[in-house]
């Protein structure tokens, strides 16, 4: 929006009524929304409060400064800090609350429907919202960030329509319900910097899930299993977990674009089926033992063989067990990028690649690029 255009409709908004910011349909600046805030007026016609100051900024919310905001849609506190440490209750008619940047934050409703659809909360008590998440039937993006009071995730079959869920540094984390890996409308669901997550679903069957991340989950040690395609997951990201091995299920991932094993502290051994993702365009792995499997090591002697849409291959600071999968690499016709870089070779590679093993044990492969024509970095 033009900033002429977005300073008329603050103009109008506080047209009329310039020095009675309870009757604004709108507050964004500081002192309106303190003198709201602190306060227990009468009704209220505020819609929209959208407070960014760009310092940190103290402010006093009284518990019971939003049960009078009926109209009230849009809640939007960042850089803030309230001094009021007690329970604060919001009207069930909010849509859309991001108090991710507002310290410290108790929020809770009252009884009834609610009209929420995105959650995003950080350091917040979130125990009294979980427990009423049944009646959040509209609830679709869900945000979590250090949120130390939570230890399990909430049962999402009470909310049907959620589409993303992110937890983010939840240090007490330790189990995921057993209906996040059954939900129908899950497109994202993200644990990062969740070290204490141990438990999730030994299945996962959520049919429209689109990206899953693990990273930094160092505790987490078992990738469930996919019994059934999962015809919309392009990304997957296990990165400094404690898992193994992939499941031979990973086949199952038949749309999968991008998969990052990054700073696995285990050696991480990849089953064969990995050749019939033939979506799969890039692949990263770092900081760690990786066993890759051969390409004649398949059971299926009739499978192909090889990732047709391969484009990016990153092996930085890995230990190769196994290197025959790049013995030839008209296996990966597409391939652009190959990153060997601090890779160190526990085996011998095969003649037919031509190889100089430096001092620092960084690998470096003579590539004919006449060959591959699709080849630019290495």
């Known amino acids: 929006m033009h900033d002429l255009i977005q300073s008329m409709g603050k103009d109008i908004v506080r047209q009329g009524c310039r020095d009675d910011p309870w009757r604004h349909s709108r507050l964004w600046r500081y002192d309106d ?21 760009p310092k940190l900024k103290e402010l006093s919310i009284h518990p019971n400064a939003f049960t009078k905001m009926r109209k009230l849609r849009l809640l939007i506190l960042s850089n803030v800090r309230n001094s009021f440490h007690g329970p604060i209750c919001l009207p069930n008619a909010l849509r859309w609350m991001d ?19 995105n959650l995003y909360m950080r350091k917040g008590s979130i125990t009294k919202i979980v427990k009423q998440l049944k009646d959040f039937k509209q609830l679709t993006y869900v945000k979590l960030s250090d949120c130390e009071s939570l230890i399990i995730t909430p049962n999402l079959s009470c909310a049907p329509n959620l589409k993303t869920l992110k937890l983010w540094n939840c240090k007490n984390l330790v189990e995921a319900h057993e209906s996040i890996a059954n939900h129908d409308n899950l497109q994202v669901l993200h644990f990062e910097w969740c070290p204490e997550l141990r438990v999730f679903p030994n ?15 160092s505790k987490f040690e078992r990738f469930p299993d996919i019994p059934h395609e999962l015809g919309c997951l392009k990304k997957l990201s296990i990165l400094h977990t404690a ?6 299920s990973i086949e199952n991932l038949v749309s999968l674009e991008r998969m990052l094993l990054d700073i696995c502290k285990n050696s991480v051994s990849i089953p064969s089926n990995i050749y019939k993702l033939q979506k799969l365009q890039c692949f990263k792995s770092a900081f760690g033992p990786i066993v890759f499997p051969n390409l004649t090591d398949s059971a299926n002697p009739c499978m192909k063989v090889g990732l047709s849409n391969l484009k990016v291959l990153d092996l930085l600071n890995c230990n190769l067990f196994e290197v025959e999968f790049l013995e030839d690499l008209s296996c990966f016709p597409f391939l652009e990028n190959l990153i060997l870089s601090g890779t160190i070779l526990l085996v011998s590679l095969y003649p037919s690649v031509s190889v100089i093993v ?3 044990c960084q690998l470096v492969i003579a590539i004919d690029y006449k060959r591959f024509p699709s080849f630019r970095h290495f």
């Not at 299945?203 to 989950?217: A, P």
């Open 358 to 360: 430096c001092l620092n």
């Open 33 to 53: 929304v303190a003198n709201v805030l602190s306060s227990d007026m009468g009704d209220c016609v505020v819609k929209a409060i959208v407070l960014e100051p």
């Open 203 to 217: 299945v996962l069957k959520s049919k429209n899930l689109q990206d899953l991340n693990f990273s930094v989950c």
């Open 99 to 117: 108090c991710t940047g507002c310290d410290p934050w108790n929020p809770k409703f009252s009884s009834g429907p609610k009209k929420l659809v």
């Open 243 to 248: 898992i193994k091995e992939l499941p031979t």
